[in-house]
């Protein structure tokens, strides 16, 4: 297997999701390549050879400071024809979904998306992609090379093995198309935290509550872990929280790392709304409350007890 | 200005994939992909009164498509071009964006509109590939869209907030369900839809060969189904004061903090 | 204890009657408007569309679109529920020389038949009443055969508006013009979104409302053309699912008794019902008089419990629930029929004006029949040309149904469910005379008291309720989501109640409601109109159940 790990970046870091794909690839055996596309991105070189890069390429330019995808393409067209790789790997983001499908198009090759699994079975190549609302898992493959995958989010967690990259620099060539879209303003991260979508963590508040007033304690918890606030339709349908942020049949569809469901039932309309979270955590003081008959964790008690308390010790760990 | 929005036609009820076949289980109901009513939504917005924009719905499914194509019709679009051929069923991404892009190639519209994902695969891709292979700049993620003088500038939601790009027509354009509440159907709407022009076309009127659509046209394939691994007991425990720490403990273990 | 009618919902039929208010080049001109894609509706549609391809003079005249049915679910079926086992002679003389039986979506000819008396833990098969034989007959699901009814109206030139809502009869001088469809994309409070549509006049040459149980506009027509009949209506809450099964079910099951109670006091009127659908499913339902008393009632929770009994839990071995839903039945009969069928622009057929034989426990044939014999009438009035809005052109009508085997039917069985309120044995005594004398004996016809003029007593009733295990039992909620219900969170409640109501009231509702929608709170109920299935059974009980915005609701596919 000769893989490309295509290494998303952000303000001078490279981000979390690409290493842990690069260290899955480096697992999966041979030298790993990555690429990273940029402008003044040599510094992050060496980072992506600690997280198991042999050979890390380097397409460093002006035209490519921008975060956007169709430049990226062509860059890593152009790689993948002159070195043959078999295979090419992308943690998804926003820009990189972009990527990888116009990278599809541009070499006919198979990309399968939403994996949070990929192995080696008989020689070839599976991936594992939930659907259908996570209700099912499907083994996927590819026909012919390269094999194009977009790993989902906070699926593999990066593994420092401290080793050091051979580094290239590619010459950029880009097509005209490519450069047509422009950035007029790049955005900053938000000040009000991740919107629900894109949260890794969510903590979620529900009628147990017992009050407007205290989704403090949801926004507190939510911000000591970094996550966004969500809630459910009985609480938004009597007003306490903004629909935006409503989690469920009838509102949005989310799958975080960690979902903290606080004072929710968790009947079904809620269920299908957040049952793709990787961990669910759920405080109840109903024994017989739904959501403890899938949560990973359920813990019977007071909310107003746990949850402060919840905070103070998440906000410690992460001082220290 | 010609605007083409390619929509998808997806099982109305709870999807099921069918084991047999390894697809998804197209039986049943069939209605327009809701994230393609914000696409059908913004075009309108975007001709306006103008008596000589024309808004044109492109999309690959079978015949039976047509019945759910119709409710874009009744919105207000002027047209619906329906790719529709059997050699095309099981069409991957590869496949399916050759295919929509020899549709578009022959439609040539200025602007081209997708939704935010498919209700069934999930698959929020393809236009990066469509826009690839007609070679226009895209914008995706688009949460507010504004053309004037042959440029467009979309605000283009992220991981890290709103980055705002601007780009010449013609172009391809993805929006977001923020972007717009699609319109309901006026009565009048609906009974006039079925007089607009519905046009089905095939793989051979659109010049595609036969072995770039379907499963030969296709670089991927779908081995097996199954269930998701069970999520595991749910721990239980009843809250003796250290609730708090357990819960922080187990978190550690499952490396969720 | 309180009775439901002392608390009636805030709701005066007149706001349902108006005369046409858009500027007339706005008014969408049909020939004729059909409310309501059931069999009844599109029976009617079906029919029409036939006469016209024979007369395309008559069909000229009715313009650019001579045949509309106007549904309000998402499709025609989405709000259809029934058993059912249909019997065939009406779909046979509609389709006459142009489908056959074999051509029709039903599940197979009933071919073996029994009745149970149940207790808790016994099964007493007991020969199958007179009304009730079955033979000849097919077992269907009704939003299966509305669909197929549906694209065969189509075939003939109706035009099928779904999504779309009839929230006003458009009355002017005395005559019926039309319908007004509800306005789509208003807010919690009534306030305009951005995607505001509103509704629009619907004028038509002649309307038939064939809107099935609790019709909206049924009941405003009544009203306002003084067609009362001489009984109020009454009605049974019908909640049912569908199972894939691991063997097949080969005959069509009835059961009486429990989880019933049969004391007179208790007014708990009903049974069950068990039909085989093809190889691999069944359907099973619990129907109960909206008469009875307990408030600790709940229908949901009593077919629960039904699936727990030995006779039951055997079929459902190994199988899987796949749908459910919930419905109300027009109970009255012949004596609350409407006095008369049409007014002025107006028919009214189906369930609407309460077809229903509750004995046999058959309506689709009749909503079929007198959909059909609406159509010919209608015709009729538009071939001679005449004013079809002049009092007594559509009279007609009422002549054909009058010597229908629908009236036949209907007289000969029409004080059976009365005497049930009598208790079961009684009744059932009653019941028996009634059959062997074809009706006429008692003599005489009984009286029907509103559902909403029970009083309510309190029995510990819910004890017995099972805990769902999410296999065979289900909670009230998972079963909504299971009837595909996407109604809009914030769309305006379609139910009136008043809310400050006793405990016991707000009890009753919240158990009577299978979909969850009430809930009891400080001084009163508290409802989230986004649960509705839109049964009815509200209406029968004190509250009002008025059209929700077109599109949402119940999806059902298999009911």
Known sequence: MSTLVFLEHHEGELQKDSLGVLGKADQLGDDVAALIAGSGVEGLAAQAGRFGAAKVYLADDPALEAPLP????????????????????????????????????????????DLVDLTEEDGKLVGKRPALDDTVYVDVGWKGEPRLALIRTGTFEPVETGGEAEVEQVDVALEDFSTQAKMIEQAHEESEGPSIEDADVIVAGGRGLGGPENFALVEELAKALGGAVAATRAVVDAGWYPYSTQVGQTGKTVAPRLYIAVGISGAIQHKVGMQGSNVIVAINKDPNAPIFEYADLGVVGDLHQIVPKLTELVRQRRAA | MKIAVCAKVVPEQARRIDSETKRLDRSGEQALNPFDANAVEEALRLKGDDAD????LVSLGPERSLDALRKALAMGADRVVLVSDEAAAGSDLVASSYTLARALEREQPELVLFGQQANDSDGAVMWAAVADR??????????????????????????????????????????????????YPSLKGIMGAKKKPQETVSLADLGVEADRAGEPGSRTEVYAIGEPPPRGETQRIDDDGSGAEKIVEFLLERKAL | MTKPSEYPPPFDVSEAIAPPTDPEDERIEVGVAIVGAGPAGLAC????????????????????????????????????????????????????????????????PVEEESVYFLTSNRAVRIPTPPTMRNHGNRVASLAQLGRWLAEQAEEVGATILPETAATKLLVDHGRVRGIRTGDKGRGRNGEELPNFEPGADVVARITVLAEGTQGHLTGAAIDRFGLEGENPQVWALGVKEVWRVARPLRRV?????????????????????????????????????????????????????????RLVRRLLEGGERIAWGAKTIPEGGFLSLPKRLHAPGILLAGDGPGFVNVPALKGIHYAIETGTLAAEAAFAALQRGEAVGRPGALASYDAAVRQSFVWRDLEQVRNMRQAFGRGFWLGGALAGAMTASRGKFPPGDARTEPDADQELIRTDRARSYPAPDGKLTFDKLS???????????????????????????????????????????????????????????ITAKGGRLTPAEGGSGPEYTLT
Request: proline residues 6%.
């Open chain 1, 70 to 113: 169709q430049p990226r393409v062509d860059v890593a067209a152009d790689l993948v024809r002159r070195h043959g790789f078999d295979t090419v790997l992308f943690g998804a983001t926003v820009l990189t979904a972009d990527v990888a499908a116009g990278l599809a198009a541009r070499l006919d090759a198979g990309l399968n998306w």
């Open chain 2, 53 to 56: 924009a024309e808004v044109v």
């Open chain 2, 134 to 183: 007609l070679r226009r700049p895209l914008i995706s993620q688009v949460a507010e869209l504004t053309v004037s003088d042959g440029k467009l500038r979309g605000k283009r939601q992220t991981e890290f907030g709103y980055d705002v790009i601007e780009a010449p027509l013609p172009a391809v354009v993805a929006v977001s369900d923020a972007i717009n509440e699609p319109r």
């Open chain 3, 45 to 108: 549609a079906i029919r029409l569309g036939q006469l016209l391809e024979a007369a395309p003079t008559v069909a000229e005249r009715l313009g650019e679109v001579p045949l509309a049915v106007v549904e309000k679910g998402k499709q025609p079926g989405s709000h259809l529920l029934s058993g059912a086992v249909v019997n065939p002679r009406a779909l046979q003389r509609l389709f006459a020389g142009r489908k056959r039986l074999d051509d029709m979506p039903f599940y197979g």
């Open chain 3, 253 to 309: 099951i009835h059961t009486m008794g429990w989880p019933l109670r049969a004391g007179a006091k208790y007014r708990e009127f009903g049974g069950s019902f068990i039909y085989p659908m093809g190889e691999d499913m069944l359907t099973l339902g619990m129907v109960v008089g909206l008469d009875y008393r307990d408030v600790e009632l709940s229908v949901h929770d009593l077919l629960q419990e039904l699936k727990t009994h």
């Open chain 3, 479 to 537: 079963s909504v989501f299971l009837s595909g219900n996407k109604t809009r969170d914030d769309a305006p409640s379609h139910i009136r109640v008043q809310t400050k109501v006793p405990p016991e009231l707000a009890e009753l509702w919240t158990r009577m409601c299978p979909a969850q929608v009430y809930e009891p709170t400080e001084g009163g109920v508290d409802v989230t109109a986004s649960n509705c299935v839109q049964c009815g059974a």
